[in-house]
């Protein structure tokens, strides 16, 4: 069987970080689907509550998938630098104890969301004509949570060994069965905001089922052997070393991202609403810059492991060029077409004015974060997860939150200012990593072969 990993240690680098960054995004943009369509079909089929509370939920959602995440890139980044280094006794020892570590991951997600979901949802001050509804969403979310943590950390596995194809065409396969079973449950079936919910976990079962079959059953050099499945504490420790602080700033900051969700909870559902048709649309602007910077986080890993510091170096500087055009690029046509973006989720125009104002407001700043994404992604490929994390935490979540304190308190309580939360942390965040980035790792020499 033909090999399916990349080795990004040597060709072209623009090319190299090209073909492994675009399946990685059209991968992100259907997994963004499955969350997405949620919206879009009780949107359009339930009602402005139902899709107020998808969107109010989506905070709460992204604290479980950023942690696993911040763990995934931490296998990812250890694998890739034994595959970089052609160690195969470690990259099995890699590969195993990161499987066996996700199993037991999932037990203690799944049981301790669960048991959180009524205090996150008081916690972010949801009104009581949503309260209901985004319950009992969560609750069916978090009760299949594992079916996306294991289909995340399999298809990390083969991104750290160049492999990007095959974990997009199981997302594609998934994302429109999502759709079908949106439309089946919710429309002929009456099944609601729990329609959309069931229909998510068991599309992601199926992706995640595909993924470990893939695992199991190759013969390439990063198989999966189920019965040496082994917590090795060296291994685990490295993974943690890296991937610890990149998911404790992940969590952090999408728990302070629920404190701007409770800022904009206080103007109503129809600005919650608004604001979670926004969210939407803000993440898959995000998708290219996250797709760069996996693919970023990868080929310095790769090369570290090879020895090889000017080309991850040159690799990081062609990631930050790529991700800025494409960025820029996108953020133009979301700003001319921003009011029919919108109303693909509702035809309520309270609804569309708030999202509308939100996304032309907030869009063209994503530069900066785009630099962020790219800047902390070879970081951690170099290993340095620490300093991109406390970058993060203080503008993301410290900064970030003293503003909203002190403009709704003493300047004026309106939306502008509060949805420009986002933008002041992504413009902070942007001029300390491009400082520490250039203390800590552009002048030591370090690029010398």
């Known amino acids: 069987m033909r090999s399916t990993a990349r080795d990004l240690t040597e060709g072209n680098i623009l090319k190299q970080i090209l073909m492994f960054a675009l399946p990685l995004m059209f991968g992100n943009i259907f997994q963004m689907l499955y969350n997405t369509v949620d919206s879009i079909v009780v949107g359009q089929f339930v009602g402005t509550e139902a899709l107020a509370a998808v969107g109010s939920t989506t905070m709460i959602t992204n604290m479980a998938v950023f ?241 090889k510091f000017r080309r991850a170096d040159e690799g990081t500087r062609t990631s930050i060029m790529l991700t800025l055009s494409i960025t820029g690029m996108i953020a133009l046509m979301i700003w001319i077409f921003a009011e029919r973006t919108i109303s693909m989720f509702t035809q309520d125009e309270g609804v569309i004015a708030f999202g509308t104002f939100a996304l032309r407001q907030n869009v063209f700043f994503l530069m900066f974060n785009s630099v962020n994404q790219v800047l902390a992604a070879a970081m951690r490929g170099r290993g340095d997860s620490t300093g991109p994390m406390m970058i993060m935490l203080i503008t993301f979540v410290l900064f970030r939150q003293i503003y909203l304190f002190v403009v709704t308190r003493y300047i004026a309580n309106i939306p502008s200012l509060v949805a420009f939360g986002y933008p002041f942390g992504w413009i902070t965040c942007c001029i300390l990593e491009v400082l520490y980035f250039w203390i800590r790792h552009g002048r030591r020499g370090e690029s010398a072969e």
């Open 67 to 307: 942690f696993f995440n911040g763990f995934s890139v931490g296998a990812g980044v250890v694998i890739g630098r034994y595959f970089g280094a052609k160690d195969m006794k470690k990259l099995h020892l890699a590969i195993e104890t990161t499987m066996a570590s996700t199993f037991l991951l999932c037990v203690l997600f799944t049981v301790g969301f669960i048991s959180a979901v009524d205090f996150m949802l008081k916690f972010m001050d949801t009104p009581a004509d949503v309260f209901h509804e985004a319950a009992v969403y969560l609750r069916i979310y978090f009760g299949g949570i594992s079916g996306l943590l294991i289909y995340n950390i399999g298809s990390g596995i083969l991104r750290a060994v160049g492999d990007t194809t095959r974990p997009l065409m199981f997302l594609i396969l998934t994302s429109v069965m999502n759709i079908i079973l949106d439309l089946l449950f919710v429309i002929p079936l009456h099944m609601g905001i729990a329609g959309v919910a069931y229909a998510t976990i068991l599309s992601q079962f199926i992706s995640a089922a595909l993924t470990l079959l893939l695992l199991i059953r190759t013969h390439d050099i990063y198989r999966l052997v189920i019965r040496d499945l082994t917590l090795d504490r060296a291994r685990l420790r490295e993974i943690f070393s890296i991937g610890l602080p990149n998911g404790i700033q992940s969590v952090i900051t999408a728990f302070s991202n629920v404190f701007v969700q409770s800022y904009i909870n206080f103007f109503g559902s129809i600005a919650m609403a608004g604001w979670g048709c926004y969210n939407k649309i803000d993440q898959f602007i995000m998708l290219p810059m996250a797709s760069v910077a996996m693919a970023a986080t990868t080929f310095v890993s790769q090369n570290v492991g090879a020895k």
